[in-house]
């Protein structure tokens, strides 16, 4: 039997949240939750989860600062990171690829999408 794969996904957006956590959890991984940045770091250091799904706009900590301090840390700087925005701009992508987000996806997206890159950034 295969070892399912663990992922956090961060979002401040409940809604969003619990929706992404059942769908990824129908496909087999194993979800991990954080409503914010500090919350993710936290979660990221203690469970190494395998991939990080990552919105940008968070309150008190926003995603392109979380994943400068995910890139930064040894215990978590080759967990691969997918920024999750809707903001769809060139201007946004290239933000997140400079705080060291290794892939990018605007919303709205497909959960077929973003399971397409978690898997992706796991064969990488």
Known sequence: M???KRVLVVDDDKQLLKQ???QLKEK???VSVAANGKEA???AEKETPDVITLDV???EMDGYETCFHLKENPGTNKIPVIM???RGK???KLASFSFGADYYIAKPFEVEELVDLMEKALAA
Request: overall charge positive; hydrophobic content about 35%.
């Open 90 to 92: 060139m201007k946004a």
């Open 2 to 4: 295969k070892k399912s």
């Open 41 to 43: 770091l936290k979660k």
């Open 57 to 59: 706009m968070m309150p």
């Open 84 to 86: 999750l925005t809707s």
């Open 28 to 30: 087999g991984y194993e």
């Open 20 to 22: 992404l956590e059942k």
